[in-house]
């Protein structure tokens, strides 16, 4: 099932000593973060309005409404920022928002069960599914499309085509 608020960024910590905070984007172009509107935390209870005042090191310094000195920048550290998906742009036919991804059965070519998705992950080059196989193992996928070919949102799951023993154990 998709979920109604997307997370656009995580505040990393405090910027100066004047309520900016640095952080860290999940959009694909990392400056729009800023351009959907109120940001709100993961419960829903804390709702910011975020202006990008410039790109920093990681990510990019930030205005928090509300937020003016370093101690209240310092103890949003880890806070996720999350707007609702109607905001957000429809996405083309072969990009996917993390949370659609995340819960989705994996199964092979050939239609065996291998897993579900935990994770997706991305440090740099590109993103990876964070499978998690029976019996407690996960296994890191890459998540292009010669490893990942079908993507079948309406039947919750992803048909893959991993390399020979990834998926092995014993």
Known sequence: ????????????????????????????????????????????RVRYELDLTRPVKGGFAARLSGVTTKEAADRLRGTRLYVGRERLPDLPDDEYYHTDLIGMEVMDTGGAKLGRVKAVLNHGASDLLE??????????????????????????RLVVDPPDGLFEHG
């Open 1 to 44: 099932m998709k979920s109604e608020r997307i997370c656009v960024a995580a505040i990393m910590g405090a910027f100066g000593v004047r309520g900016e905070v640095r952080i860290k984007s999940f959009c694909v172009e990392p400056s729009a973060a800023g351009d959907y509107g109120p940001v709100e935390t993961e419960d829903g």
């Open 131 to 156: 499978v998690q196989v029976p019996g407690g193992a996960a296994v890191l996928l890459p998540f292009t499309h010669d490893f990942v070919p079908v993507v079948d949102t309406g039947r919750g």
